[in-house]
């Protein structure tokens, strides 16, 4: 069952969709880990504030790029189902920053992994939780 659903995941129908959310989710992550390392090391913030600052505005340049490449089939049109579309990503990649957040202190506090290195941990560990309710909610129809 769960061969079949990995299969399904790379070959079925929703695969196309499922490789252009982990193309943008890379890109994001890059962008999110370089606005991290600046908020941390020439802002003077903790990591885990700058992680939360990093991830609410990689949730805005990951929702455009979403809604253009990713979802374009069921894009958000006009400018009230755009606004509406954002603040469910939001709400969705909103629901995902205290797993986030958590998975990243645990890794650097209990584990002494560096904060960058656990932060890509954290964002891939949530990955597949945001591209399920961003793909039936957000832009489900």
Do not use: C
Not at 38 to 56: K, P, Q, S
Not at 79 to 85: A, D, K
């Amino acid at each position: 069952m769960f061969r079949a659903f990995l299969r399904n995941l790379l070959s079925g129908p929703v695969a196309p969709q499922l490789r252009r959310f982990v193309v943008v989710g890379a890109v994001a992550s890059v962008v999110q880990t370089a606005l991290l390392w600046t908020f941390v090391e020439h802002g003077g913030l903790d990591y885990l504030l700058g992680a939360l600052l990093a991830i609410e505005l990689t949730i805005v340049f990951q929702y455009v790029l979403n809604d253009a490449w990713t979802f374009r089939a069921t894009r958000n049109v006009g400018r009230v189902s755009y606004l509406v579309g954002l603040l469910k990503t939001n709400v969705v990649r909103g629901s995902a920053i205290p797993l986030q957040l958590g998975v990243l202190y645990v890794l650097v506090t209990w584990r002494s992994i560096p904060y960058l290195v656990a932060n890509a941990g954290a964002i891939g560990l949530t990955g597949l939780y945001r591209y399920v309710l961003d793909a039936r909610w957000t832009w489900g129809r």
